[in-house]
């Protein structure tokens, strides 16, 4: 009987090591492909621009604006390198609207949207400054909190970016076209 419990514990305990060995392996792994994803997802996200930027060319605004809205890279990302790359990508977003409003008004109309906009943009830069910190110093429970409000960050700033297309393209409708 005792040597069961012996075997019994001596199992468990190899499970116990094993699991802790995996997490680690895991953990080695995870990094450098969540890499690979988050670039292959602003890859496609820069896609949706060059098509909204080929239908503006072509005088296709509400199909140019469509693009440029779905274009929205709302992942949290691990490093403060390509959070500055999506700052960029989503500051190149922001000035596509402008331009698209402007082209439709000829001066630089106040749209509504755009203030919702360029604050979610600021406040995403802050969040994700905060969020690379929390992935550095191991803070867990504040990675969860902050991915949570990157991930409510993401979609009010694409509900942002589609709300602004709705104002562009009634400015469309309401005015005719300054070249």
Known sequence: MGNVVVAIGLALAGLAVFGYLTSILWQAVAGPMSGIFSKGRLRRCEDLVDRGDAALQAGELGAALECFARAVYEAPVQSASFAA???????????????????????????????????????????????????????????????????????????????????????????????
């Open 85 to 179: 790359q999506v700052e960029k990508h989503h500051t190149g977003l922001l000035s596509r609207f402008i331009a698209a409003s402007d082209r439709r008004r000829g001066d630089n109309v106040g749209v509504m949207s755009l203030a919702v906009v360029d604050r979610a943009l600021r406040q995403r830069a802050t969040l994700q400054s905060s969020y690379v910190a929390a992935l550095q110093t191991g803070e867990r429970q504040r990675q969860r909190k902050l991915e949570k409000q990157l991930r409510d960050n993401g979609r009010a700033l694409r509900r942002g970016f589609e709300q602004l297309s709705a104002e562009v393209l009634a400015l469309d409708d309401a005015a005719p076209q300054v070249h």
